[in-house]
């Protein structure tokens, strides 16, 4: 065995420690690099936090036409006028019981489908005009079973103005009118 076999293994060991000191040491027992290209640390900088922008009246008035709509629907549908008592205010609401006591005394309800096209006219901190042209395809259905769930509209275009006040920080619509 003699010297030969002595400075192999020297070379070995000189090699593994090379291996080890370009590798860091250490690698708690696990195979530290596999053949792959390692990917560069990349440092990911914290999200900037930005306020939340204020609505403007615009998008506030907006919202609150649309949701009026939503309210109206299920008021005609349910023949209900205290479902639209959130979004709608003084001679509209008054105009929204009359709908439904006309309904009532046909027999039925309305399921109400539309597609709108609103843009708005006006708008201060207090009121705001909408005028939206509307493709009306609302139809009736039975009050209780509130059947046929689908039907065919009329197609009808309705160009409606809705009169909006800020009643104690919320949007209202309180009165409407319809062109002929």
């Not at 900037?48 to 005609?76: C, F, G, K, N």
């Not at 509130?146 to 509209?153: A, D, Q, R």
Request: net charge negative; charged share 20%.
């Amino acid at each position: 065995m003699g010297k030969g076999l002595l400075r192999g293994f020297g070379i070995v060991v000189a090699f593994a420690l090379f291996v080890v000191a370009c590798n860091g040491g250490g690698d708690g027992g696990q195979d530290v690099h596999d053949g792959s290209p390692t990917p560069a640390a990349t440092r990911t900088a914290a999200p900037q936090l930005s306020p939340t922008p204020t609505p403007s009246i615009e998008q506030e008035v907006s919202e609150a036409y649309l949701r009026y709509w939503d309210a109206y629907a299920e008021a005609l549908l349910n023949l209900d006028p205290a479902l639209a008592e959130g979004v709608a205010s003084g001679q509209e609401l008054q105009r929204i019981r009359e709908e439904i006591e006309a309904l009532r005394s046909q027999g039925v309800a309305l399921r109400v489908v539309v597609e709108h096209n609103p843009v708005v006219l006006e708008a201060s901190e207090n009121s705001a005009v909408v005028f939206d042209e509307i493709v009306n395809n609302s139809f009736y259905v039975d009050p209780e079973t509130k059947e046929p769930p689908v039907g065919s509209g009329s197609g009808e275009i309705l160009r409606d103005t809705f009169y909006f006040e800020n009643i104690d920080g919320r949007w209202m619509v309180v009165r409407s009118t319809r062109q002929r």
